[in-house]
């Protein structure tokens, strides 16, 4: 990778974004429209260009460090950032009618231009080369969630949900900057590269460098919804508009997962059996926390973020075991296994692969998820709880199969995308050596699908409570089609995963040292 100090080439797709949001946010100012449609369009059109920009950097083999290593773009940052562009722009295509449905943006399109800024957050993230970069990105997305959150300032609930989000964010930010200061100290170096060196040369205080990598840690939870530091997430997906929960559930999560591999596995990879065992803490208690506590919900946004934090336990099962245990070697499940997964692939590669592959799987089926809460809304309704779903074969059957989609993948059922999602991450827990952790998965998978299935029969087989059999569900034609590409990514990916996975790893070897 060519080294220039200033290559604003590289930096593209976030010159533009900044330049179109900025440009949103003054053409807003002047539209006098009460929909907003003419801002909905502008912002659509700015993520389809920065979308183009980074794909046309990817086509021509662009990569390299500029700004003096605190920006990096490489094979990881391509994929992410490609497919961030396309589920903000999911996102804002499935919450248009809701937004105006509740005259979100009747008084101005914050809506639009806050969610260009908390992409461009998202973006600077996935290519941060430097800790200075990640909390830079860290903190642009996060304000601009935090303005989302309290969007419909009349609301008491979501200005509640705002009022914690930002208090716990604020909270999570200062812990990850001490634990920057901390690394800052114990190397010398800001730059992840640096880092790393300074690491593998055992030339870093180690006291210092572990109580910094605990904070970061901690931090990087926070982001990931991960066990115990998941306390936001129930009250803030229940009390946001369903809109702003779709864009705080989605996109953002491919961000903290590309921060956490920048992280840990490039520059902190000297010292992972130090973390791996926290990680492997946050994992348990993300698979127990999140899916037992989800069995007694009945608000359908807060079983579903309990569902994510169960969901992280497994990505986070899929970053540790990239080290493997001393006994693996000599395990002879293991070797089955290794020789399961091929000769020619590292474990580690496969492992962190499969964190990967986990959360664009998860990120894919999030947006169906929550697209369809969205669609059944409608104004003076909010279609937050399971018994507002019984009856939804009935009054529009495709809507039905597609929550049953959803909904068998991510309880990992066959043949769903979220089947081999989990396989894939239980074969490199296996490989790792981590045998009871493995197994205590696939319990909480089983004690998952009870909740995931009892959306299924509301939506099949209970009757509606109350009279909304005829009440309409008004769905766009974009809507409707992005919907049915949605649910069919979600069957292919299940039955032929092998090219998108092949894809993670990939990413994953051109781009991360370890």
Not at 90 to 109: D, F, K, N, P, S
Not at 121 to 136: D, E, K, N, R, T
Not at 137 to 159: K, P, W
Not at 331 to 353: C, E, H, K, P, W
């Amino acid at each position: 990778m060519m080294q220039n100090s200033f290559d604003f080439a590289l930096a593209l797709p976030e010159i533009l974004l900044l330049i179109l949001a900025a440009g949103v946010l003054i053409f807003d100012s002047f539209n006098k429209t009460e929909a907003r449609h003419s801002t909905f369009a502008l912002s659509q059109l700015s993520i389809v260009v920065v979308g183009l920009a980074v794909l046309w950097q990817w086509s021509q083999g662009l990569t390299g460090v500029s700004f003096s290593g605190l920006y990096v773009v490489d094979s990881l940052s391509h994929f992410l950032k490609l497919l961030s562009c396309v589920a903000v722009a999911v996102t804002l295509l499935y919450g248009r009618q809701y937004a105006e449905q509740r005259e979100m943006v009747e008084r101005g399109g914050e809506l639009y231009s806050l969610t260009l800024m908390a992409l461009l957050g998202q973006l600077l993230m996935i290519s941060a080369g430097s800790l200075l970069m990640v909390f830079l990105g860290v903190e642009l997305m996060s304000f601009a969630l935090y303005a989302l959150v309290a969007i419909r300032r009349e609301n008491a609930q979501a200005t509640e949900a705002a009022m914690k989000y930002f208090i716990l964010g604020a909270l999570s930010s200062g812990v990850l900057l001490y634990g920057m200061s901390m690394i800052y100290g114990a190397t010398g170096h800001l730059d992840l590269k640096a880092i790393a060196a300074v690491i593998n040369a055992g030339e870093a205080e180690r006291l210092a460098l572990i109580f910094g990598v605990v904070f970061v840690v901690a931090g990087l939870a926070f982001k990931l919804t991960a066990a115990p530091f998941h306390m936001w997430t129930p009250d803030v997906y229940q009390g946001a508009p369903t809109t702003v929960t779709l864009v705080i559930a989605a996109a953002p999560k491919l961000a903290a997962l590309t921060v956490t591999l920048r992280l840990l596995v490039e520059a902190l990879h000297g010292i992972a059996l130090d973390w791996q065992p926290m990680l492997m803490f946050m994992a348990v208690l993300s698979l127990v926390v999140g899916n037992l506590t989800a069995l007694v919900q009945t608000n359908f946004k807060r079983m579903l973020a309990y569902s994510t934090i169960s969901h992280m336990g497994f990505v986070f099962l899929g970053l540790l075991s990239g080290v493997a245990t001393e006994s693996a070697q000599a395990d002879s499940l293991t070797g089955f296994i290794r020789q399961l997964i091929g000769q020619d692939v590292m474990m580690a590669n496969y492992a962190y692969g499969s964190a990967l592959f986990y959360g664009v799987v998860y990120v894919l089926t999030t947006l169906a998820t929550f697209g369809l809460i969205l669609v059944l809304s409608r104004k003076g309704f909010e279609c937050e709880n399971i018994a507002d779903l019984k009856g939804l074969n009935r009054r529009h059957p495709m809507l039905a199969l597609l929550l049953l989609l959803t909904m068998f993948s991510l309880a990992g059922i066959p043949p769903m995308a979220g089947f081999y999602a989990k396989l894939a991450v239980l074969q490199a827990v296996v490989g790792a050596g981590h045998v009871s952790l493995a197994v205590l998965a696939v319990l909480m998978s089983l004690v998952g699908a009870f909740y995931y299935i009892r959306v299924v029969k509301a939506a099949y087989f209970d009757e509606p409570e109350t009279d909304v059999l005829d009440q309409p569900i008004q769905i766009g034609f974009a809507a409707k089609a992005v919907f049915a590409v949605n649910g069919l990514l979600i069957i292919i990916l299940g039955i032929l995963p092998g090219g998108l996975m092949d894809l993670s790893m990939r990413v994953i070897q051109e781009s991360l040292r370890f």
